[in-house]
C-alpha cells in the first residue's frame, strides 16, 4: 500500500531536473484538480479527512510515522525520541472540536467558506481562500508546514510546497498520509525541493501562485517580499524569540518540581528549535526559589531528560557555538564575576547558564539556557525594550491570577501569546502566530447587501 504511494510528489523523485516549465505544469494541475475535487466538498469532510491522518500519525503502528522516526536524524533534524514527542503534541491538537474552533474564531460561521452567511438583517458574506498558496517552508520544524497544509485545505486552496534541499522528507510523508485517507485532497498538494533563491524555478512558482507564504529568518522574508510581482499576496514569518517566567510565589502554588519539570518541557522541546522555544528563564527575586536554586535544579532535571529524552547530534558548527559560549561562562564563573555554569559531561548535550546581569540574550540552542534573576514583570519589560518587536512567547509560572494579570500587562506592551510554562513549544491548533489572524490574513470577503 505504502511502496505504491511513495512515488507521487516531485520531491519523491531524487534527482529530477526541475524547470520552470515543469513547476508551471504542476501549478496548472493542481488548480485544475482543485476546482474539480476540493473546491466542491464540505467542510465536515475536509475535517474528518485531516482528524483520520492526524489518528494515524498518532498510532505507533503507523507505517509512515515508522518510517519518519527510522529515518536518519540529518533528514529529519531529530532523533528518535525528540521526534515522536513533537508529532503526538503536533497531532493531538488535530480534533474536529478543534477544527471547527479554528473556523469559528476566524470566520464567525464555518459556512461562510462554502456560501453566504448572514451579517446583519440586511447584510451577508463569504470568505473565498486563494486558488493556489506557494509555501517557502521552515527548514527546522515540520509542525508547522503540516499545520499550513491543514489550513489550506480548509480554505480549498490547492498548495505548492517548497521545502530546502534535504529537507522534504517530513512533509512528503505526510502528503502520502493523506492520498491513503483521500486521494482527491493529496491532488491538490505538491511537494518539491530545491536550494533557495533558485529565481528560475521560484519565479515561476511565484508568478503562478495567488498567495505566498513564507517562513524563516528576516532577510529570506524581505528577499521573496522583493520578488514577488505586483500584487500577489504575500504572508511572512520573520525570526522571533521567546522566554519564559517564573513568579516568586508560583512554588508555593504550583510545587517547586512541577516548575522545574513544565521548564525542562520547553527547553528540550524540538531541541529548542523553534521561535517558541525559550532562551531566557527570568526568575523573580526574593522567592523561596531563588534563580541559583532554580538553575541547579534545572540542570539536574536536564541531566534526567537526556537518558530518557536524549538530543542527538547535531552540527560540528552548532557544537563550536555552545563549547565557545561555555568557555565564556567559565572564566566568568571561576572569576566570580555573577555568573555560574552547569553542563552535561564530555558533551554539549544541554547547559544552564545563571548570571546576574539581566539583559535579554539568544541562545545559541540545542539546549542551552540562560536563568536570570528579575525583580517585577515590569523590570522585565525594560530589558526587553530592544526585543519588543521580536518576541513571540512568554511562558509563565505563577498562579491563575497572577498568570491573567502578567498576560494584561505583556498584551498591551506587545507580547502576542502568554501560556503556562511547559506548553510554549504546545501551541493550540488555532494559535494566532505572531498575533496575526490563523486564516484571515490568507482570505478575501464577499459581502452581499440584500436591502
Known sequence: MFKQSLDYFLADKQGADLSDTLIAEACQTLRTNRGEYLAQIGNESIISKLTEAASLWLSPDYELRKLALAADPAETG???EVLATGLDACFSEWTQENFFGLLNQEFGDPTRLQSFGSLSSHSLAM??????IAHIAPGNLPAPIFQSIAFGLLL???QFVKCASGKSL????FGHSLHYVDPGLASVLEIAEWDGGN???EGELFKEADCVVATGSDKTVQT????LPLGKQFVGYGHRVSLGYIEQLANEVMGTQTIISRAA???VAWNQQGCLSPHVIYVEEFGNLNPDRFAEMLAEELTARSETLPRGEISTKEAATIANMRRFYKIRSANNVGAIIWESENSTEWTVVQEDEKQFQTSPLNRFIFVKPIEHLDEMLHVLEPYRENISTVGIAASEAKLREFALK???WGVPRVCPLGKMQRPPLALRHDGRPTLGDLVRWTDLEII
Open 127 to 132: 470568505v473565498h481562500g486563494p486558488q493556489l
Open 410 to 412: 505583556l498584551g498591551e
Open 156 to 158: 480549498r486552496s490547492a
Open 170 to 173: 517530513l512533509p512528503r510523508l
Open 224 to 227: 521573496i517580499r522583493k520578488r
Open 78 to 80: 531529530f532523533p528518535h
Open 199 to 201: 529565481e528560475m524555478l
Open 265 to 267: 518541557d520547553d527547553v
